[in-house]
């Protein structure tokens, strides 16, 4: 497992339902199994899928909550990158 950075390429907040959409783009190495973002910018209500078997290469993730966080376009996020036999927690 290494950290790796994705940068958030969108952000919007929907004030009137109080939630938010964001994209993170990252750069996925080689032999990786398993992609995890790490979400405590975005708050506890945060979610994002994983990336399971990803190609090598560019890949973008989604992510989903309440609240209104305090991120903007171009803010660096944590990855974590599991190589393939590594098991998340």
Known sequence: MFPTLGTV???????SIDRFSAKVE?????????VQLTLEKFGRS?????LIEPEAGPASLGVYGSGHPNIKVGDE????????GELPE
Do not use: G, L, Y
């Open 9 to 15: 390429s969108q952000f919007a907040f929907d004030q």
């Open 46 to 50: 945060a979610h994002a899928p994983n």
């Open 77 to 84: 996020i944590r990855v974590m990158c599991f190589e393939k």
């Open 26 to 34: 990252i750069q996925v190495p080689p032999n990786i199994a398993h």
